[in-house]
């Protein structure tokens, strides 16, 4: 079965704080993907990243990094120097052969000015 | 990446009425849709699947009397709501792949939908 965790409901930081956002998952599928999506209060899924199941390197992008282990599975992501504009709920999801989401429930970050 | 849209962004309607929501994949060869529904506070989760030219696959507990799912063509896929009630107000967001495309899909803005 198919499983996204994200332990962490809400988060509140104050403005230029550094934030890790939690993902754990579970699949028996060798081949899968990995995403992040930010979803602000419009409501519309805005893609982050995505990694595939055999590249454990690390990414960054600007402010934004990502830490995939698959010992762990798990696949975090930091925002550095955090600002008003990243408030908004974060989800993890795992993409795997059936082309099915399996989207975790989310992460509520509010950062404070 | 796929540019999808939907249509309308927000409806309100009123007890009883029906509501079609369009998905649209303006440059995408959506062989396969899914559409997610997300109540407030909460996570996506899937409805349903269709294919292209064949009959939507339900997620255990979706009515498929209720939720009415059309697939007519690569670019268009309809969900009606028939008999709205206040307890299917909610977000609906469509996804489009391609078979050929596996492990990329791509979201829709979001319909959402309020029924008074």
């Known amino acids: 079965a198919q499983k996204v965790t994200q332990a962490q409901t809400e988060i509140s930081v104050v403005e230029k704080e550094d934030v890790t956002l939690d993902c754990v998952y579970e699949t028996r599928d060798t081949t899968y993907y990995l995403f992040w999506y930010k979803q602000p209060p419009s409501g519309e899924l805005v893609f982050l990243i995505r990694?595939?199941?055999?590249?454990?390197q690390n990414e960054i992008s600007g402010r934004y990094s990502w830490n995939f282990q698959k010992s762990t599975s798990s696949f975090n992501f930091t925002i550095t120097a955090s600002q008003v504009v990243d408030s908004a709920v974060y989800f993890c999801?795992?993409?795997?052969?059936?082309?099915?989401?399996?989207f975790g429930t989310g992460t509520s970050l509010t950062v404070i000015p | 990446g796929a540019v999808v849209s939907q249509h309308p962004s927000r409806v309100i309607c009123k007890s009883g009425t029906s509501v079609k929501i369009e998905c649209r994949s303006l440059d995408f060869q959506a062989t396969t849709m899914f559409w997610y529904r997300q109540f407030p506070k909460q996570s996506l989760m899937l409805m349903a699947t269709s294919n292209e030219g064949s009959k939507a696959t339900y997620e255990q507990g979706v009515e498929k009397d209720k939720f009415l799912i059309n697939h007519a063509s690569l670019t268009l896929s309809t969900l009606t709501v028939t008999s709205a009630h206040p307890e299917d107000s909610s977000f609906y967001i469509c996804?489009?792949?391609?078979?050929?495309?596996?492990?990329?899909?791509?979201f829709g803005p979001g319909t959402r939908l309020t029924v008074t």
């Open positions: 999801a795992l993409l795997w052969t059936g082309n099915q989401f399996y």
């Open positions: 990694r595939n199941s055999f590249d454990e």
């Open positions: 996804s489009v792949s391609d078979a050929d495309r596996e492990y990329e899909q791509y």
